[in-house]
């Protein structure tokens, strides 16, 4: 088919001429002195052809009818004979076609014999492009004549053939141009829709629904090659477990479109969704060949890329905004966990924001006791794990102590790997787990699940990581000051309490109880055992006594170091009677048990809510006149303080 070119540069002849002139100028076709070119040669037989019958036709009643009439081009091929039916033998045929390609290549009319040659001239150079051929009849008169005006109405006929297929050279070259006009316009405006997108969902249906409106009868699908979870049917996920005969996993690959065409006159099209950074997927469409041009394949390679570029964008926006988000939710935990130094407190708030951050339906925090080697339930939503006791070879949290990294599990259920209590007797499926990390030693493990299989992503699994390293700091930071608090409040030889540390016990009890106890105990002639066994003995006799007192009392109870050999014993809720039989236990044990054997004085001193006045101080007065009045009577003996 013939290009044409039409130029818009130029101006028209309405805006070169006056309002008078463009009445009375005729229209002028552009097109009007079109001639035959080089790229019309395969048009020309069919052109003649045509234009010859419609001339037979037109000239029904011309005396040239009642003879042969021949067109051939300037070859001296055949076209057309106006009675093809009619008998005639090859070489007459023959001799008509020589006699045109010599009118033609001498440019006139020809007369040999019975036979008359007109050749027909282009427009523009007057050379021949076909000759008209008439049986010579010898009746007509001016025979030649008639056959060139003949040649001349079949000239005119041909290039008004040949015009229309101008015409409709043009009209296909404006549809055309109308097309891609269009189609230009639909992409631009479905790559200003998809960058305008900053949401992987929003990416994805402005592909689809833009694909499916260019091309309504198509089949359209996208296979994804990340995990997406996306409602539309449509978005798929893309398996390359057969990539040399699938034909969607070979275009992502390959990274370029693959057309596949089936027998039932079906076209298979994969063009590969790809951005900067990599391909992320496969766009599918299936429909009737005739429906889908080469030009539309090139369309929607561009398409493709721009919504891989779009996709890439919005996965790095979303990326960008979650990496936000944990970095507030680090922040905000770790403030939060900071403001407690209480390890009970830190574990349930922990567990509960881990619960609410990863929606989960079970979360436990375990904590290793160093002086057992097990871990320890320290805070639990599932009510029968609370203050249970593993062993650090046990289920998950052993393979987290073993391994001191964290582990995902997608479906217990599928892959038990180890035996799990809170996995089996909660149902659950899913698993990511993070130990606690204190320098470089494991002191607790996280174990969060959920009871659906693959629930936890990559992303979660990464954020506990980072979470917990952010709890093992809290709980390090809790434990140094228990320790250090633990210190502070201890007698460092007897392991009992300070002094201070009684008395803010003591006046802690005595705002909230009725009554309570005070025992005084003093070793009888200490300074005579360090005199004659030395200072060391001394202090094992101190420890030993200690140690009986801590084996007399309750856990309640609050023994402290006193000063010096004289310890002390409070018992809250407790009166003088039972007193005084806790403080006999204490005499009678030192007594026997000790080694040398040395003997103890105690004094006894009550308080109840009807006392006049309540308060420590008075409560170690009557107990200290008490003592002095046990050494006074002998020693080795109990008073109770008036």
Not at 56 to 72: C, M, T, V
Not at 139 to 154: C, D, S, V
Not at 208 to 213: A, F, G, K, T
Not at 284 to 296: A, N, P, V
Request: aromatic residues 8%; charged residues 25%; glycine residues 4%.
């Amino acid at each position: 088919m013939r290009k044409i070119f039409v130029r818009t540069d130029q101006p028209t002849l309405d805006e070169t001429l006056s309002g008078d002139e463009q009445a009375l100028q005729q229209p002028s076709l552009w097109f009007a002195n079109e001639d035959i070119c080089e790229e019309d040669e395969t048009l020309l037989p069919g052109l003649l052809r045509e234009s010859f019958q419609e001339w037979l036709i037109a000239s029904a009643q011309s005396p040239l009818a009642e003879g042969r009439l021949i067109i051939s081009d300037i070859h001296g091929h055949l076209i057309a004979v106006s009675d093809p039916e009619a008998p005639e033998s090859q070489t007459a045929y023959k001799d008509y076609c020589g006699l045109a390609q010599e009118a033609c290549i001498e440019g006139k009319t020809l007369i040999r014999g019975d036979k008359l040659a007109v050749p027909l001239r282009k427009k523009k150079d007057n050379s021949c492009f076909a000759a008209l051929i008439a049986q010579r009849l010898s009746h007509i008169e001016g025979h030649a004549a008639l056959l060139e005006a003949a040649a001349m109405h079949m000239r005119v006929l041909f290039f008004c053939h040949l015009e229309r297929v101008f015409v409709r050279n043009l009209l296909i070259q404006q549809q055309s141009s109308e097309k891609d006009a269009v189609r230009r316009d639909t992409l631009f405006q479905t790559a200003k829709r998809l960058h305008d997108q900053n949401d992987v969902t929003s990416v994805l249906n402005v592909l689809l629904i833009d694909v499916e409106n260019l091309y309504p009868h198509a089949e359209v699908d996208l296979y994804l090659s990340q995990d997406h979870v996306n409602g539309d049917r449509r978005v798929k996920p893309l398996l390359l477990r057969h990539s040399a005969a699938d034909l969607y996993a070979q275009a992502f690959l390959e990274g370029r479109q693959v057309v596949e065409y089936e027998d039932d006159d079906q076209l298979k099209l994969a063009i590969p969704m790809s951005g900067k950074q990599a391909v992320y997927g496969v766009l599918s469409i299936s429909m009737r060949k005739e429906l889908m041009e080469d030009s539309d394949i090139g369309a929607l390679v561009m398409l493709c890329d721009t919504a891989g570029s779009a996709f890439e964008n919005a996965k790095l926006f979303e990326q960008s905004n979650l990496l936000i988000g944990e970095l507030q939710l680090i922040n905000e935990l770790t403030k939060r966990l900071n403001k407690s130094l209480r390890l009970n407190e830190i574990f349930q708030f922990a567990m509960s924001e881990l619960l609410h951050i990863f929606k989960a339906d079970y979360c436990s925090l375990l904590q290793l006791n160093k002086e057992t080697n097990h871990f320890q339930v320290m805070a639990s939503n599932w009510p029968l794990a609370a203050n249970e006791i593993y062993s650090t070879a046990y289920g998950f949290c052993g393979m987290v102590f073993d391994t001191k990294e964290p582990l995902i599990i997608s479906d217990y259920q599928c892959t038990p790997v180890v035996s799990s209590k809170l996995m089996d007797e909660t149902h659950s499926r899913s698993l990511i787990a993070a130990p606690i990390m204190a320098n470089t030693d494991v002191v607790g493990v996280i174990m969060v699940t959920h009871k659906n299989p693959n629930y936890f992503s990559y992303d979660n699994y990464k954020l506990l990581q980072v979470l917990s390293t952010h709890i093992g700091l809290a709980v390090t930071n809790a434990s140094l000051h228990a320790e250090v608090r633990r210190m502070v409040i201890t007698d460092n030889l007897t392991g009992l309490h300070a002094r201070h540390y009684l008395n803010e016990r003591i006046q802690a009890r005595q705002r909230k109880d009725k009554c309570g106890s005070l025992v005084l105990v003093d070793i009888d002639h200490f300074k005579k055992v360090n005199d004659t066994f030395g200072h060391q003995i001394g202090d094992r006799i101190l420890i030993r006594v200690s140690e009986v007192i801590r084996s007399c009392i309750r856990d309640s109870d609050i023994a402290a170091r006193w000063g010096g050999e004289e310890l002390a014993v409070y018992l809250p809720q407790i009166r003088s009677e039972q007193a005084h039989q806790i403080a006999e236990r204490i005499r009678s044990r030192v007594e026997m048990m000790t080694e040398p054997s040395v003997t103890v004085s105690c004094g006894l001193s009550e308080w109840t809510f009807e006392d006049e006045k309540i308060s420590v101080e008075s409560l170690f007065y009557r107990a200290d006149m008490a003592l002095y009045e046990a050494k006074n009577n002998g020693r080795n003996r109990i008073f109770i303080g008036a």
